[in-house]
């Protein structure tokens, strides 16, 4: 058991608040599952997708919960288990015990599991004290859609910690078409989504169509219709949603998740600054 590193990681962190301590703790525990699964196999299999990824590779700047994936190709049949024995070999090398539960039902499209972990918050040592500090149980969710939309690109990555390894992910372009998905798509209203289409139009991101289209057919209100999305119908589609929401309770739901520099930002929230971004939606 070696806990040093994780030490050592979470003094590279800028925080502020408990709340910033225990999102950091988390997402350290996200790249060594991470690092795990991209020791094994699993990425043979599945595309890590997500607002995870996108802060992890790509630099949001916004902390996330889940480790989201989908397969490259539809299997009913595929099993999480199997991936799981060298994942929890490599957390309790890291001086994690953790739990896992398993929510995976073999009907169910999206596979769920849980890992819970409540011996490490003992044992960190915080930067700049002698002193251990009793942290909150450590939860990560994952998720694997076994059925996902046709048309996604991908693309390698690298993590350096805990050390080098690959993790295979969707590319930019089929990142910005699921977030549009489930932004137009999604039964509840989520304030990490309209964070990650700011992230998004300040880059000028292009959209794969292709697998938004596939995605809007699949699931949600336009599930069926046949519908070909373009740049029209996507920048519409969003003008209406965001024109139908209540502003400042979608950025306090967000709130906890965004560094305390960042959140006076939350506070020009609106339609306004909203459709203000729609026009950066590029074309193709």
Known sequence: MNIKPIQQRLQQYSIGSDIERMQALREIT???VLAALGRGEFFKYALFQGGTCMRIFHG?????????FILRNPDPG??????LVL???ELAAFGYVPEIIDREKSDATVRKLFIKDESLGKLVILRNTNRSVRLPAIKIKLEIDTNPPAGSGSELKYLDF??????????????????????????YVKGRDWYDL??????SCPINFAFLTAAID?????????IIVDHSWVVENLKKKIQSLEWKQVADDV??????????SLNLWSADLFIDRLPRIPRD
């Open 30 to 32: 996200q790249e060594i």
């Open 60 to 68: 949001l700047n916004r902390f996330s919960e889940d480790l989201d």
């Open 78 to 83: 595929f099993v999480m288990k199997d991936h």
């Open 87 to 89: 994942l929890t070999q």
């Open 162 to 187: 805990p050390f080098v390894s690959a993790v295979a992910v969707q590319d930019l372009p089929s990142l910005f078409a699921g977030k549009i998905h489930a932004l137009l798509c999604r039964e």
């Open 198 to 203: 700011i992230w998004y139009t300040g880059r």
């Open 218 to 226: 699949q699931t949600g209100p336009w599930q069926g219709h046949g």
């Open 255 to 264: 709130r906890r998740f965004v560094p305390v520099f960042d959140q006076p």
